[in-house]
């Protein structure tokens, strides 16, 4: 039997989209990233992408070979959970980490974490973490890679801080089940209730009717089984 026909294909490359539209913040999580060991024989390959459609555009041309997007919850054409909700709607088996330097009202830090989960992300980072956290993100996507097994949706925690060994993965069920399917013009009306916008207030911004702003909650009220926008904030919080 001829060798060289056991021997064992060279590892392929981890691809990685990062989504941000600071060029800055892209550099950084660039240089985090290719700093961080590999098997031996692999490396990262790194996509980069200023605005949610240029990032789905690019992860539709790859056909599948993006291991990891790395989505901005802050960028030109979305604002907050939208954009992860508008990702997932389109490509649910996407592996996407929420990594985001913001936390819009009224959404405490930990319920935002929930709520990207439940949407769908397989992590939550805030722009201030640690390498050690950054690192461990790769390191499990990495580990994913190689097996080629589905990643499992919350399971993948970066370590905290301190050296105390990795954070328990959140429970998909943790978030509301409502979030999992919410269409993305509903996620981004659901985004402004929770800002604490009027309807009117909403129309405006989304360029609305007034009238079609009401149905949208209505049915947003529906969709999480409460009676109210304070029991919708409730909820959520």
Not at 152 to 169: F, I, M, N, V
Request: with cysteine; net charge neutral; hydrophobic share 45%.
């Amino acid at each position: 039997m001829n060798d060289a026909a056991i021997l064992p294909s060279p590892p392929r490359n981890l691809c990685i989209l990062v989504v941000d539209d600071h060029e800055l913040i892209r550099l950084g999580v660039r240089a985090l990233l290719q700093a961080q060991p590999l098997p031996a024989g692999a490396a990262v390959e790194l996509l980069e992408a200023g605005s949610l459609a240029e990032a789905l555009a690019i992860y539709e041309s790859q056909g599948g070979a993006i291991d990891l997007v790395l989505l901005d919850l802050a960028l030109p054409d979305s604002q907050g959970i939208a954009g992860i909700s508008q990702w997932m709607a389109r490509h649910p088996a996407a592996r996407i980490a929420v990594i985001s330097g913001i936390c819009p009202e009224p959404f405490t830090p930990e319920g935002l974490e929930r709520c990207v989960l439940a949407l769908g992300a397989v992590a939550f980072l805030r722009k201030t973490a640690c390498l050690d956290e950054l690192a461990g993100l790769l390191e499990q996507t990495s580990r994913w890679h190689a097996a080629r097994a589905p990643l499992p949706t919350g399971a993948l925690q970066p370590p905290s801080r301190g050296g105390e060994g990795p954070r328990p993965a959140a429970a998909p069920t943790r978030g509301h089940p409502a979030l999992r399917t919410l269409p993305s013009r509903h996620a981004r009306v659901l985004q402004l209730v929770l800002e604490g916008k009027t309807n009117r207030e909403i129309a405006e911004a989304i360029h609305l009717s007034e009238g079609t702003v009401k149905n949208y909650v209505s049915t947003l009220l529906l969709r999480f089984g409460v009676r109210s926008r304070a029991q919708l904030i409730s909820v959520l919080r």
